[in-house]
């Protein structure tokens, strides 16, 4: 009310009220997005942008954290030199097989929940799908340490059944931390899947059986594409905060659990060298940034004769 | 072509069974070994109630999943105001400031936990301690602010996919009836919204009290929360408590998922609803 | 239309007029706020931290934060102190002295912490950079327990901030059912870790320990600065042992032993003693103390400045150096508290396992205590690249 009487009247005058949609309606509405707007640059645009400043400077000495009098890309250099640049590739490498073993898993999966599990069900299918996220994460990955224990029941069980001769040697491992974030972020590429799957197949299916398409060449040529869209949501919610987790992944696989954000996190909680952990997390975004780019690229070149045929077909008259 | 067909599904229901039984299996052994009578929670010693009772004698554990409550529900309610009210302005697009928007937006969505933690610490010391405001001295606050910036960029994402799948008509039949930009927005606009809103809210307060990297620079000791006490505890060794209260979390939030799912159902909104709009539908 | 236009101008006028009034009124209402805000800020912000609560004697707060060494007190003790006095006790854990004053330093005296426990070595730096609070002395009776032995040592000569907490040594422990060779010196534990233990050793997640390996054993002063030393200490951590480090854990005692994660583990004294007390099978596990040299650390209580509960600090350091108490942290840690007539006390009540706790006058001559140097800022350096190798 108190908006109408403040606004209206002083932006009516110049503007003629013969419109449908009034310029003054947009004025308040853009005014919305304010608040979130000084939110996140008071919490995130200025500490970040700190964080971007110190990654020029450098550590004076024991005690100080940093300092910016001498300005250089040194600390880029520092954190790209030979050691630490294995920690980002080897970062790399489990956030993309991760992400890859997600995808995998998932469209099945989703597929089945949206398109073949009784429609009762699915409420609570999908509920169940949530569930996991409502325990404390570690705890969860706890819970994997304890079935993955050498000397635990579930090695002791394999070994039993003869499918093991030894004790299960996974704890500790590369497979260890993959087991442990393929579990974490599963459900964040479950969602976005199943919605993607729900709204493009019941009319598509029935439009490409009119025309006489198989399952699987329906599903390749068709689902698949228009699914698109919630395939790469799903992707980024898994990829971006997997490339940033380290705790899932030291919980599991030990010194060969060392994640990029292990090694930002170092140097602010340990090393005392902000300069260092701030070129880091920059090279950690950038990372990140810039392999999704190429990851989006990649798939726009390769699905071009997908997308050339996709037209064809849907394009063709009835 | 009939026996393939059915062959296909079988398979997908038997892949359906063994990701349910990957997504349960962590949970149910943690909900087994809650009622472990050993020392260390990975190491089984006889079957027993001591964990639950340890409970009660120990406030730290009941503090710190009291301080992480809070936090989730005043972070949800901030991400939930803020994103809400972005999301509204984003979708009934208003000019040059969204392209501007979107961008911040996605920034803060694809900035690693990690480096939110470590520039934020700083940051709130810089503004408790240099500039005075001593608000930011409070863990509680510290939490709420950490947790709330992914969050808010999460509701306005959903909440604006939720609009722009929605026909303007509506509103726009209000305004030219000349409804208050206030009484439209709260008569007409919100409940449009309401569903997504709900999501936001619901996946806001699931992410803040899971919220461990942020959480664990932030927080002022003694208002700790409760990932930050397990993440703590795991170093020497976690200890049966803390399984039982995962379970007796685990059952109330069963408990809180069926009251929710009992209310949808009577506002004719589905649980499959709840998760396409999560999902951006 | 026409006579339309008059009536939207006076109630723009007359909105305008409301406006203008109700804009005076709310940047008088903003500016009070802002002085208001002012007032209370400046009433609870500290501009040089100098007026943070100190003891006096008054009541005990009802809460009380420690930020320590990971199993580092008996959970029974803690629990009779909030029962006897009120406190309640949250404890928070670090993996190394270096992780500990990171926290301090970065939180500047708001990360509510009231009790610290760093090692004595650290604490001249810590005092001088304003990280710890004065004693009470009056709140600490029970100071006059310690053996004297153990007071006014050269890095706190009054005992002005710091009293010790307990003292300890390094070495490490093997599964013998992995490792069959007996194994008695530093040499031995990286040959071991280089062949039959490869990808199943844990190593301290401390910069100390890991340079300190490597001196201890190839006859080099573990304080050494020589960066000749150093840089043949980097090489041989980062690119020749950092490849079979399955696991850098500081408490193996904790999990790893009882679980029998690892075949061969650095560990401290006294958590080694928990683990193998908790192990479901003790003779499959062997001790070796550091030889032919190794550490002497003595870890101490400490108030954080900026500590919210200084009075429950105090009385909590006066609570543990009362000798029954002392006798039970002992019995718990496993480790020499300093305390006067402790070693007899213990033997007098039959505790397990005190070759762990208790060292002959040969073994001690073996122990040297640490320094911080010139040479700290490259010890993390290397622990930080010997992470950064191992999870290659």
């Known amino acids: 009310m108190t908006t109408h009487s403040t606004n209206a009247p002083v932006t009516m005058l110049d503007t003629p009220p013969a419109r449908r949609r009034p310029d003054w309606l947009k004025g308040p509405r853009a005014a919305l ?15 970040v942008g700190m964080v971007l400043w110190f990654s020029f400077g450098y550590k004076p000495g024991i005690f100080g954290t940093h300092a910016n009098d001498r300005l250089s890309f040194d600390r ?13 590739q080897n970062t790399l490498w489990v956030g993309v097989t991760g992400t890859l073993i997600c995808l995998a898993i998932s469209i099945p999966f989703a597929y089945w929940l949206a398109v073949k599990a009784a429609n009762r069900h699915r409420g609570i299918l999908l509920a169940m799908v949530m569930i996991p996220f409502w325990t404390n994460f570690l705890i969860r990955t706890i819970g994997w340490q304890i079935i993955l224990a050498p000397e635990g029941w579930f090695s002791g069980l394999l070994q039993a059944t003869g499918a093991l001769d030894e004790p299960l040697d996974v704890m500790f491992t590369r497979t260890a931390v993959l087991i442990g974030v393929v579990y974490n972020y599963l459900p964040l590429m479950v969602l976005p899947l199943f919605v993607a799957f729900d709204r493009v197949i019941l009319p598509l299916r029935e439009a490409s059986k009119d025309l006489g398409a198989g399952r699987w060449s329906t599903f390749i040529n068709i689902t698949l594409p228009l699914a698109k869209p919630g395939i790469i949501v799903g992707i980024l919610l898994v990829y971006i905060p997997l490339m940033g987790d380290y705790i899932t992944a030291t919980v599991l696989g030990g010194a060969k659990g060392n994640m990029a954000g292990q090694m930002v996190a170092n140097q602010f909680q340990t090393a005392q060298n902000w300069a260092l952990g701030s070129a880091m997390a920059v090279v950690l975004i950038l990372t990140i940034l810039i392999s999704a780019a190429i990851a989006f690229l990649v798939a726009w070149l390769a699905s071009w004769p997908l997308r050339a045929r996709g037209r064809l077909v849907l394009g063709s008259p009835k | 072509m009939k026996q393939r067909t059915s062959l296909i599904d079988l398979s997908m229901r038997a892949w359906a069974v063994i990701v349910f039984a990957f997504l349960f299996a962590p949970i149910i052994i943690i909900l087994i070994y809650s009622f472990n009578n050993g020392r260390l929670l990975v190491a089984w010693g006889g ?26 529900v005043i ?21 040059k400031w969204v392209p501007w928007f979107l961008v911040l937006l996605v920034l803060v969505t694809v900035t690693p936990e990690i480096v939110d933690a470590v520039a934020l610490l700083p940051w709130m010391v810089f503004l408790g301690q240099d500039v005075g405001l001593g608000l930011f001295d409070n863990g509680i606050v510290r939490l709420v602010v950490g947790h709330s910036l992914f969050s808010t960029a999460v509701v306005a994402y959903i909440v604006r996919s939720r609009l722009i799948g929605l026909d303007e008509s509506l509103e726009e039949a209000a305004s030219d009836l000349y409804a208050p930009p206030l009484r439209r927005f709260t008569q007409i606009t919100l409940p449009l919204v309401t569903p997504a809103v709900l999501a936001g809210a619901l996946l806001s307060f699931t992410l803040s009290l899971d ?71 | 239309m026409s006579h339309e236009q008059p009536v939207r101008i006076l109630a723009s006028s007359a909105a305008s007029r409301m406006i203008a009034a109700q804009y005076n009124r709310r940047r008088f209402l903003s500016f009070a706020a802002a002085a208001a805000g002012a007032g209370l800020l400046a009433a609870c912000s500290s501009p040089d931290g100098s007026t943070a609560p100190r003891a006096t004697g008054a009541a005990l707060e009802d809460k009380l934060t420690i930020y320590t060494w990971g199993d580092y007190d008996d959970p029974d003790v803690l629990a009779q102190f909030t029962a006897d006095l009120g406190p309640a006790v949250t404890l928070d854990s670090f993996n190394s002295n270096e992780e500990m004053i ?39 009776p029970n100071l006059k327990n310690v053996d004297p032995v153990f007071l006014g040592r050269d890095w706190d000569p009054n005992n002005d901030y710091s009293v010790v907490k307990a003292w300890g040594t390094t070495g490490f422990v093997y599964d013998k059912t992995k490792i069959t060779r007996e194994l008695k010196t530093w040499k031995d534990f990286i040959d071991a870790a280089m062949n039959e233990a490869s990808g199943d050793v844990s190593l301290l997640d401390d910069p100390a320990e890991l340079t300190g390996l490597y001196f201890w054993a190839n006859g080099i002063d573990w304080t050494t600065t020589d960066a000749a030393h150093l840089d043949a200490a980097e090489d041989f951590l980062v690119n020749t042992l950092a490849s079979h480090v399955a696991a850098f854990d500081s408490y193996p005692g904790g999990v790893a032993i009882p679980q029998s994660q690892h075949a061969l583990m650095q560990a401290w004294n006294g958590d080694a003693r928990i683990g193998i007390l908790e192990s479901a099978d003790p003779d499959r596990w062997q001790w070796v103390l550091g ?25 909590f350091i006066n609570h543990v150096l009362d000798p029954e108490v002392s006798l039970a942290e002992l019995d718990y840690i496993g480790y020499h508290t300093g305390v006067a007539g402790i070693e007899d006390a213990a033997r007098e009540a039959g505790l397990e396992m005190l070759d762990l706790v208790f060292f002959t006058p040969e073994q001690l001559d073996m122990m040297h205590t640490g320094e911080v140097n010139d040479a700290q800022q490259r010890a993390v350096e290397i622990w930080d690249k010997m992470k950064a190798a191992a999870g290659a």
């Open chain 3, 102 to 140: 990171s926290k301090l330093v970065a939180a500047k005296g708001t990360s509510g912490y009231d009790i610290v426990v760093p090692t004595g070595q650290f604490i001249p730096q810590m005092v001088e950079n304003g990280l710890l609070a004065k004693f009470n002395h009056d709140l600490i």
């Open chain 3, 291 to 315: 030889n032919p040299a190794t550490e002497l650390w003595a870890d101490n209580w400490a108030i954080a400045e900026g500590a919210p509960h200084p009075e429950a600090a105090h009385a």
């Open chain 1, 33 to 47: 997005a304010l608040p979130a707007w000084a939110w996140l640059t008071a919490f995130f645009v200025a500490p």
């Open chain 1, 76 to 88: 880029y250099a520092e954190a790209l030199s030979p050691t630490f640049f294995q920690t980002f």
């Open chain 2, 47 to 72: 079957f027993g109630f001591d964990s639950f009772a340890s409970i009660v004698t120990k406030p730290a554990i009941r503090d710190a999943v009291w301080v992480s409550l809070q936090a989730g």
């Open chain 2, 211 to 281: 919220n461990t990297i942020v959480a664990a620079f932030v927080q002022v000791s003694g208002s700790t929360p409760w990932p930050v006490y397990v993440l703590s505890a795991v170093r020497t060794g976690l200890r049966p408590e803390i399984a039982a209260v995962s379970t007796i979390m685990l059952l109330l939030t069963l408990g809180a998922l069926a009251l929710v799912a009992v209310v949808l159902r009577r506002a004719g909104d589905s649980a499959t609803d709840i998760a396409k709009t999560v999902g951006g539908g």
């Open chain 2, 75 to 95: 972070s949800a309610l901030i991400a939930t105001v803020l994103g809400t009210l972005a999301g509204v302005a984003l979708a009934r697009r208003a000019g």
